[in-house]
């Protein structure tokens, strides 16, 4: 009986120790946020190495992911629907974004066809959408080291001829933080409005989680 009561009295010491350290953590530390659509990640993920080319025909690594927020998209030029789709959708983004006098995240379109997208198609196809978007391209293995850190995948369709072929992709957008990180996934049905709002709720967490 002993030994119960000096375990009883320990536990009601410690117990509101802990529970007090909890709170302060938790008051500490900012919430998440509450989002619509988004996933985010928590905590972020950091990208392994990979070397692609920009619609410029610069180099695009993990470096260049570093100081900016950006809303990324994996299809190719040559989609007949849902890629501009997605860009038309993206450049609404930024539209109501802009309307509300916030700092525009950049838009990055991905080629999952780099046998057919060079720098100079890729160049025509995003500035057609925005001036501001940037085209990413390059070899087939770079682009892989890349992808399959995201979860994003993509293949050749069956049948086509030629360089009449179509190429199956994910439709997800992925958001990277200033940090170069994989911060949030954006999956289908997209809605510019849900999009923008998340894209600030997830903003202002991580600025106040710094």
Known sequence: MMK???????????????????????????Q?????????????RRLAEFSLVDHHGEAFTQD????????AFFGYTHCPDVCPNALGMLKRVQSLLEARGEPL????????????????TLAAYVGYFHP????????????????????????RAPGGEGDGYLVDHSAAIILFN???????????PHDPQRIARDFLAIRDWYEASR
């Open 132 to 155: 501001s978007f940037v085209g990413i391209t390059g070899q087939d293995a770079q682009l892989q080291r890349l992808t399959r850190q995201l979860g994003i995948l993509y293949g």
């Open 64 to 71: 260049a992911l570093k100081g900016h927020w950006s809303l």
């Open 4 to 30: 119960i009561n000096v375990t009883t009295r320990v536990a009601r010491r410690i117990i509101p120790v802990l529970a007090a350290l909890w709170l302060l953590a938790s008051c500490g530390a900012p």
């Open 178 to 188: 200033p940090e170069g990180h994989y911060q949030a996934l954006f999956n289908v």
């Open 32 to 44: 998440p946020p509450q989002l619509e659509g988004a996933t985010l990640l928590q905590p972020d």
């Open 105 to 120: 995240p950049r838009v990055l379109f991905v080629s999952v066809d780099p046998e057919r997208d060079t720098p100079q």
